[in-house]
């Protein structure tokens, strides 16, 4: 690993527990031989998390007009897997993280942006929610100034994921419809199989499944 004082200055942020900064930054090819849990891990299912608050809190103040369904694109976009790629080539992630020579080249991509995401969790632990803020507004400005869903679309991705997969086509079903018929919920499952579906709500049909595919998404992307 380099460096890490370089890291340190790209993410504007100087850890009080450099142990939640070496963890962060540690694969689990690499700590197999390790005591439990010393590798990113749990931090990167934190920093999920954590991210997905930070970002919705701030696309919601942003965009004061926008409909669930636009919130919900806009967040796919900024949380979503290639997004997150982009931010940790930015800091350049790579130079920093510890992992197995044997590992493959070609799945440091996916290494990275998890990375990113434990560091994020790692910062949470280490500091709380307005510093961790400040640090993820920081690195995502220019992906938050310049947000650009004309080829993201989630149900679309949903479908290229599924043909790319040879996988059967999404469906999506209503599960449930409440309130009034001026201002409904729909309850909305999409389907890709037995065991790839996921459960959303929305203010409309199109919204519901909108927030369904992009949940689907996030959790089965690289």
């Known amino acids: 690993m380099n460096d890490s004082k370089k890291l340190i200055e790209k993410i504007g942020y100087h850890f009080k527990d450099i142990t939640l900064f070496r963890t962060a930054l540690t694969h689990s090819s690499y700590s197999k031989d390790l ?29 004061s007009e926008s409909t669930e369904g636009e919130l919900a694109k806009k967040l796919s976009f900024l949380v979503c ?8 080539k ?3 992630i790579e130079d920093f993280i ?3 020579d044997k590992l493959k080249k070609n799945s440091l991509d996916t290494i990275k942006a998890n990375s990113l995401e434990a560091l994020i969790g790692a910062i949470y632990l280490d500091s709380n929610i307005k510093m961790t803020s400040k640090v993820v507004l920081n690195l995502w400005e220019k992906y938050l100034d310049n947000i650009n869903l004309s080829s993201f679309d989630p149900k679309s991705r949903l479908q290229e994921w599924c043909l790319k997969k040879k996988k059967k086509l ?9 309130g009034p018929d001026h201002n409904p919920t729909f309850k909305i499952k999409v ?23 992009s949940k689907l998404l996030k959790e089965i992307c690289e």
């Open 170 to 178: 999404p469906v999506y079903q209503v599960l449930k419809k409440t």
């Open 35 to 63: 005591e439990r849990n010393q590798n990113y891990e749990r931090l990167e299912f934190l920093g999920d998390r954590v991210l997905g608050l930070i970002i919705s809190h701030e696309i919601y103040r942003r965009f």
């Open 90 to 92: 930015d800091i350049m």
């Open 98 to 100: 510890i992992y197995s």
């Open 191 to 213: 389907l890709v199989d037995e065991l790839t579906f996921s459960l959303a709500n929305g203010k409309s049909k199109q919204d519901a499944e909108i927030n369904a595919a």
């Open 81 to 88: 897997k290639a997004t997150l790629k982009k931010i940790a």
